[in-house]
């Protein structure tokens, strides 16, 4: 009996000993990400298919901004609004796109688990906003330093009337700085 008692404490000495603590830089908090943030990267990869006035649609492309001046700051009242400006360039098969912008919308957050939860936030396309509130899952960060966050949408918007069924899958990529 006394063996086997030695060798179960031996076998949890190794299991515990193998278990690494969290320690407070292994997760991140809502009170971490509250202040003000540069955007440093907000890209996007995208397809589209379906039909649009009865024709065939098959498209794809991308866009990344660049010369950014922009601010995400989050308020400890669960409000975020945006400031500054970018340069966004979408570059399809067929052609490249390059215009100056501002801001990225304003809106509400809230974070849980590794999951920052925005509404408000703007499409490139400026012809509105997401729809339902963007889950942007936590990818990587540093305490107090940066943030790497990414969401991905797939939605099917139609219009019997005029022929439209169009379907878009996108993965948008986002950095943010201190």
């Keep these: 009996m006394s063996k086997s008692l030695l060798s179960l404490f031996s076998l949890l000495l190794l299991l515990f000993s193998a278990c ?4 407070e830089d292994d997760f991140l908090t809502e009170s971490d990400i509250i202040g003000t943030w540069q955007i440093t990267e907000f890209d996007n990869a995208y397809q589209l298919s379906g039909t649009f006035a009865g024709e065939p649609v098959d498209d794809q492309g991308e866009s990344r ?4 001046d922009l601010q995400m700051i989050f308020l400890d009242n669960g409000r975020w609004q945006s400031t500054g400006g970018f ?3 979408v570059t399809t098969p067929e052609e490249q796109q390059i215009s100056d912008r501002t801001g990225m919308g304003t809106g509400t957050w809230s974070f849980s688990q590794d999951t920052l939860f925005v509404s408000g936030l703007q499409h490139y396309n400026e012809t509105g906003y997401f729809k339902d509130r963007q889950p942007l899952v936590l990818n990587g960060f540093k305490r107090d330093i940066s943030l790497d966050l990414g969401t991905t949408v797939d939605v099917t918007e139609s219009d019997e009337n005029y022929g439209i069924r169009i379907r ?3 993965r948008y990529d986002i950095s943010m700085e201190r």
Excluded: A, E, F
């Design 20 to 23: 690494k603590d969290k320690g």
């Design 168 to 170: 878009t899958v996108s």
């Design 87 to 89: 340069t966004l360039t």
């Design 65 to 68: 901004i660049s010369n950014s």
